[in-house]
């Protein structure tokens, strides 16, 4: 029976020391990734604290739009766009605060008010008078927060798939992150990512292995796992409407009908709340349509770009 007793311990021993140590190698902080190597176009702008990685492309004295990515994404996510638009347009990109390169905030301040507030720093640095802002999931948000608090800067509005009504029970205050969430971000395992990034998808054969590498290379910059384990945090989504009906801009609002993300029938609620706004639906196309399906969803961009008033 003695001899029985030490085997159990042992074993129970040898499955604790197991559990420490995957914890320990979950857990772990990974080496970071080097930045991409900078493109045309790109530099760095000083504001509200932080080192900004942007990037512009087009004609500099042409009407600007301004776009911006979702969780966990980088200005690369509107690549499309910048190529399709850029003949015409002057697309400017940045990276958000606890993303890419642009890092880190130094103060910790995730919240999408505070994000707001930082990215007009940003556009005020930029000297930029009038234009078109828009962006995607959170980044969408952020547009639509910035155009209510400057109205008088904004001359039109493009959303993909906004972020703004409750989705995941998250409402006035945060919610816990769970344990795995944390530790994907953290590690950004390429395989985690691109099953991530196919979740956006509507058609994930739509996805590039080069997409996915993108993606999980901006992830492991210094800093960002935990940027965006502390923005989920701070992250809640008040009823938007009161806001939303204070936007006077003309809004384009583009959506993927797969969007397993945010529902696409808050489409019609963000068509419903804002004044003057125009909602274009795209069948097979999921949360990050500007991406899987660019060439379209630029089409769009371009005939609305056309009829605002610069």
């Known amino acids: 029976m003695r001899g029985f007793l030490l085997t159990i311990l042992g074993i129970l021993i040898l499955l604790a020391v197991v559990a420490i140590a995957a914890f320990v190698w979950l857990t772990r902080t990974p080496e970071p990734a080097p930045p991409p190597e900078p493109a045309a176009g790109e530099r760095t702008v000083e ?7 942007v990037r512009e492309d087009g004609p500099a004295d042409a009407p600007a739009i301004v776009l911006m990515h979702g969780f966990s ?8 766009w910048a190529e ?3 003949d015409s347009y002057r697309v400017i990109r940045l990276d ?11 103060g910790g301040a995730y919240s999408n008010e505070d994000t707001a507030a930082q990215v007009a720093e ?5 000297a930029l008078e009038r234009f078109v802002i828009g962006g995607n999931s959170l980044g969408g948000l952020v547009a639509w927060r910035y155009a209510a608090a400057h109205p008088e800067r ?13 989705i995941n029970n998250v409402g006035d205050e945060p919610v816990e992150v769970p344990l795995p969430v944390q530790m994907y971000l953290r590690l950004a395992p390429d395989a985690g990512v691109r099953m991530a990034t196919e979740t956006l998808y509507g058609d994930p054969s739509r996805l590039s ?6 993606i ?26 009161p806001v939303l009906a204070t936007i006077a801009a003309p809004a384009l609002i583009l959506w993927g009908a797969e969007d397993r993300m945010i529902p696409a029938e808050h489409g019609e609620r963000f068509a419903d709340a804002m004044p003057d706004a125009r909602l274009i639906t795209y069948e097979g196309a999921g949360h990050v349509a500007m991406e899987e399906i660019p060439a379209e969803t630029a089409a769009d961009v371009r005939a609305f770009l056309e009829e605002v008033e610069w």
């Not at 940003?122 to 930029?126: H, S, T, V």
């Not at 292995?209 to 993108?214: L, Q, S, T």
């Not at 290379?217 to 701070?234: H, N, S, Y």
């Open 216 to 241: 999980a290379q901006m992830m492991r910059q210094p800093g960002i796992g935990e940027a965006l384990i502390a923005r989920l945090q701070q992250f809640t989504l008040p009823d938007p409407q």
């Open 96 to 106: 958000l605060p606890g993303h890419g390169v642009t890092g880190p905030h130094p």
């Open 122 to 126: 940003l556009l005020d640095a930029l």
């Open 84 to 86: 399709a638009l850029s």
């Open 154 to 166: 904004v001359a039109g509005l493009v959303l993909v798939s906004p972020g703004g009504y409750s």
């Open 209 to 214: 292995d080069a997409r996915v590498a993108e």
């Open 73 to 80: 994404h980088s200005l690369e996510g509107f690549e499309g």
């Open 47 to 53: 504001a509200a604290g932080m080192s900004w990685r």
